[in-house]
């Protein structure tokens, strides 16, 4: 399953900049992912929670944004975000399109809180 590697390959990311901040525990992940990557967040978003019930990332939620796909037109240079399976530019129609956005992976940003104040909260 493609997303269960992707999953995999996050919670890695994300273990070692958590190796920088001993003290904390992860809240959330943001994830960008492109509506050209052919990833299924649903599939990503499980993958993600089944992987990290045995590591210290336990509880951490996973959030996906989707990024539309931008392109650029070389007749004209207009730049146009365009729905999936419509690729011509907005602005003359033209079919020799430039992909800008929308097929990138990429981790946003990870939340994080301290540690002892979450064990103080949650006890
Ligand atoms: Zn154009």
Redesign the pocket.
Known sequence: MHELSIADNVIRIVQEQLKQHPSTRVKAVYLQVGVMSNVLADSLVFGFETLIQDTDLRGAQLIIREIPVTVR?R??S?ESQIEQFQFH?R??A?EDLEVISGDELFIESIEIENKAEYEHIDH
């Open positions: 037109c007749t004209c207009c530019c602005q003359c033209g």
